[in-house]
């Protein structure tokens, strides 16, 4: 079984801040995946990052960066240089074994201010 | 470029009625989920299919939602009778199915029982 857990339900920043969301996990799988995704407002979600457990080093996406900490089961999502098209939803999502299912955190909404 | 079709876009029932949900995933993606989100939370699944078969389902309320992919293709997603309790957007999403893959989303359709 996988639990995600994002406690932030909200989080802003200023255009062109860096900015940090959370998410903590559990899984009782022994290969899998984290991924965040990215929901705005009236399109579709897409991906922003993935990271392979097995790897130590962290994944990076141009301006997306995550800090995957495998003890701790903690992976985090920091943004560089945000920009206004930032502003959404963002998921925390694990990935397991089971042909590719998703378990999705809460989601946490971010606020870019110009 | 390449995209998840899902129709309609919204939809409105009254509660006892049936109401159904069509989905055309990306072509040569043999693992098609749908999930239910409701508003501000993360989305769940429902079920998911590797080509025509269930792999989970273990989520679906069988008493009253049904899913189906008869060619393997697309998919309908179908809900009698409809519950206040069922208003929330319905995903569905395609994948390779590989483990760490990404999941691609449709738009969603936004169904809403009064």
């Known amino acids: 079984a996988q639990t995600v857990t994002q406690s932030q339900p909200e989080m802003s920043v200023q255009e062109a801040e860096t900015v940090t969301l959370s998410c903590t996990y559990d899984?009782?799988?022994?290969?899998?995946?984290l991924f965040w995704y990215k929901q705005p407002p009236s399109r579709q979600m897409i991906l922003v990052i993935r990271?392979?457990?097995?790897?130590?080093q962290n994944a990076t996406e141009n301006r997306f960066s995550v800090n995957f900490q495998k003890a701790a089961k903690s992976f985090s999502l920091k943004i560089s240089d945000s920009q206004l098209g930032d502003a959404a939803m963002y998921f925390c999502?694990?990935?397991?074994?089971?042909?590719?299912?998703?378990?999705f955190g809460q989601g946490t909404i971010l606020t870019v201010h110009p | 470029e390449a995209e998840v079709a899902q129709s309609p876009r919204y939809k409105i029932t009254e509660k006892s009625q049936a109401v159904a949900f069509w989905c055309d995933p990306i072509?040569?993606?043999?693992?098609l989920y749908w999930y239910r989100q409701i508003l501000g939370q993360g989305p769940e699944l429902l079920v998911q299919?590797?080509?025509?078969?269930?792999?989970?389902d273990s989520q679906l309320p069988k008493d009253r939602f049904s899913a189906e992919r008869l060619k393997g293709v697309d998919s309908t997603l179908k809900i009698q009778p409809a519950e206040l309790g069922d208003s929330a957007m319905y995903l569905c999403?395609?994948?390779?199915?590989?483990?760490?893959?990404?999941?691609?989303f449709g738009q969603g359709t936004r169904l809403t029982v009064v």
């Open positions: 899984t009782s799988e022994s290969d899998y995946y």
């Open positions: 999502a694990s990935g397991g074994t089971s042909y590719g299912k998703l378990t």
């Open positions: 299919f590797q080509d025509e078969s269930v792999v989970d």
């Open positions: 990271q392979e457990a097995y790897k130590q």
């Open positions: 999403a395609s994948s390779l199915g590989a483990l760490g893959t990404e999941a691609f």
């Open positions: 072509s040569g993606h043999a693992t």
